[in-house]
């Protein structure tokens, strides 16, 4: 599978559509929510499962994800948490007690944070799995156990969340799999048997979002049709990545720039963290004379800039740290 780990800009695209996604959704509650909830952290579930590599040595692997997903999410709600004592002028209670929410009970400050370790438990499942030859076998047992556990037991870092969301990471994986087999089988059919799926995935998820009874919520666990809410947003997830990989791909400027977004999602997401709880956006932008929607919309388009802004420089910078390290 280490031919997983090539790495190709449209799904840095398609990352880039799920965190633009992340902020609708937190922007637009009423419109965005239902709409973007259905496939928006699907696709980095999707995604970080097709570029799994069960051959990287295990003391490698768990330090790679420690270092990208565990300590920005200790990090971050350490920082947070001060931010918001020193914010509203309170005590020491205050922090330890947000402190407690953010670790332990999962709510207020957690924000979009959440998702860090319930992704870096997924991968640690498949990874696992994957790395026996009938493993996988066992996934969909391990997720349907996790998700019944999950409705009367709540579990602090959101194990039983990165259990269940095993299910999404397992199906990139096995995609990975799967795809260059019949790339290879099919030859010159191939894309035109791609496009095909496309159109049927594009119908797939329209008549999936339209006909939804409930939404899917992957914070509260909460599958209102059960295991469809598994394959009705992969057509989504299929979707989106055949869109980045074959349209937004070959646009020179929307390539170069949702790519850049695309790399940079974590770092966004501890960013929209902060200016979810420090509106520092929104202060900005509400003086505007606008309201309702457009006032969400420029908001939405101010926010992704600022974060790019500040990613960009974020970048930069480390980029210089590590070239000096390097010179010496």
């Keep these: 599978m280490s031919g997983n780990n090539v790495r190709k800009t449209g799904y840095d695209i398609a990352r880039a559509i799920a965190f633009i996604a992340v902020v609708w959704g937190h922007l637009f509650p009423l419109h965005g929510m239902w709409f973007v909830y259905g496939f928006h952290l699907q696709v980095f579930y999707f995604i970080s499962g097709w570029f799994?590599?069960?051959?990287?040595?295990?003391?490698?692997?768990?330090?790679?994800?420690?270092?990208?997903?565990?300590?920005?999410?200790?990090?971050?709600?350490?920082?947070?948490?001060?931010?918001?004592?020193?914010?509203?002028?309170?005590?020491?209670?205050?922090?330890?007690?947000q402190m407690s929410c953010y670790f332990l009970e999962g709510t207020t400050p957690i924000g979009?944070?959440?998702?860090?370790?319930?992704?870096?438990?997924?991968l640690l499942t498949v990874y696992s799995l994957a790395k026996t030859k009938?493993?996988?076998?066992?996934?969909?047992?391990?997720?349907?156990?996790?998700?019944?556990?999950?409705?009367?037991?709540k579990v602090p870092f959101f194990i039983l969340h990165g259990f269940v969301d095993a299910g999404y990471v397992g199906m990139g994986y096995l995609a990975a799999g799967i795809a260059p087999k019949l790339k290879t089988k099919m030859g010159d059919r191939?894309?035109?048997?791609?496009?095909?799926?496309?159109?049927?995935?594009?119908?797939?998820?329209i008549i999936f979002q339209r006909t939804m009874p409930g939404m899917v919520y992957l914070y509260a666990n909460d599958f209102p049709r059960g295991p469809m809410d598994y394959f009705g947003p992969m057509a989504a997830v299929f979707s989106i990545i055949y869109i980045s990989d074959k349209v937004l791909d070959r646009i020179p400027v929307v390539n170069r720039y949702l790519s850049f977004v695309g790399r940079q999602t974590m770092a966004m997401i501890c960013i929209h963290e902060f200016d979810i709880f420090l509106n520092i956006v929104n202060r900005y932008v509400g003086v505007l004379p606008i309201h309702g929607m457009k006032l969400?919309?420029?908001?939405?388009?101010?926010?992704?800039?600022?974060?790019s802004m500040v990613a960009w420089g974020y970048s930069a910078i480390k980029c210089r740290i590590t070239d000096r390290v390097r010179s010496h």
């Design 52 to 97: 799994l590599n069960p051959d990287k040595h295990v003391k490698s692997y768990i330090y790679d994800k420690l270092k990208r997903l565990i300590i920005p999410y200790i990090l971050v709600g350490i920082l947070i948490s001060l931010s918001m004592m020193i914010n509203e002028g309170k005590s020491w209670d205050f922090f330890s007690e």
């Design 190 to 205: 191939y894309d035109y048997s791609m496009m095909m799926v496309f159109i049927i995935s594009m119908t797939v998820w």
């Design 112 to 122: 979009p944070m959440w998702f860090l370790p319930a992704l870096f438990v997924a």
């Design 134 to 153: 009938y493993g996988m076998i066992f996934l969909p047992a391990i997720v349907w156990v996790a998700y019944i556990v999950s409705i009367n037991t």
């Design 296 to 307: 969400n919309a420029v908001q939405l388009v101010a926010k992704i800039a600022a974060y």
